[in-house]
């Protein structure tokens, strides 16, 4: 038996990375998955993947209300209701906060922030449809705590605590628990840029990441985007069922504290 059986849940940023995988445990937990990305050919060939029976691909830029629409129409097409919504997509940009343009500063918004809230606008009436579920949003580490030079992805991040928490208010009522991941750094694209052209990644480069995280990270190394998954699925399967409207860390113990090791 799976943790997820007869589940049906919609995974935005699913063509790679932490949605990826998500995707993946999902699916071998029993749940029917939509995965959405923008990345259109990865996107579809993880679900190729993971097979037409567990899972589909379809366009969604969490930006675009008309991809919300279509996104949930077509899970409903293909497994029948919707009961669970992983808010994963997010962009970073790194910038000193003077010298952000307002262009960058609102595109981090749209995506990080406007997405999350039109994923819980649009799907959460669904899953309240199914008798309810789950939606998990995707925060970060800098959503409860500052980091220099991401300025614009650290005010979303926190937004999208507050979305948490307000929508497990008013959704508790209707059968939906909604949580909050706070991922550490994460060996994916976004914090490994390398990752999509290993062959220009010096072994210098990898050795000084490395050494980066066993200095900084009490666990000593960056995060795999598969204990994420672990953490999502706790939070939307029932193992989790008395847990509503709260950020869960998962950062090897970087924002514990203050290390002398
Ligand atoms: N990797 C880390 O260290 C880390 C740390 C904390 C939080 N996070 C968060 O985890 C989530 C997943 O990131 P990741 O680490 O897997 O990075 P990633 O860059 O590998 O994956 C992000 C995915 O989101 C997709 N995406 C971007 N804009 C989109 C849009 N408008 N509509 C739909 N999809 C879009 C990308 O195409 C990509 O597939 C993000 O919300 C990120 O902010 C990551």
Redesign the pocket.
Known sequence: MGKLDGRVVII?????????QEARLFAAEGARVLL????DE??AAVAEEIGKDRARYVR????REEDWSAAVEAAKDAFGAIDGLVN?????RFNELTATPLEEFRQVV???QV?AFLGIRTVAPEIAAAGGGTIVN?????GLTGMAYVGA?AAT?AAVLGLTRVAALELAGRGIRVNA???????????NPGLLDPAGQSDEGREAMAALYRRVVPLGRV?R?EE?ARLALFLTGGDSSYITGQPFVIDGGWTAGVSLG
């Open positions: 935005t940023g699913a063509a790679r990375g932490q949605g990826e959405g990305d923008v990345l990865q996107g969604l830029d969490v930006t994963n997509a997010g962009i970073l749209e995506v990080n997405g995707t925060s970060s580490y800098t992805y991040k991941l706070c991922p550490g750094a994460v060996d994916t694209p976004m914090a995060g985007p994420v």
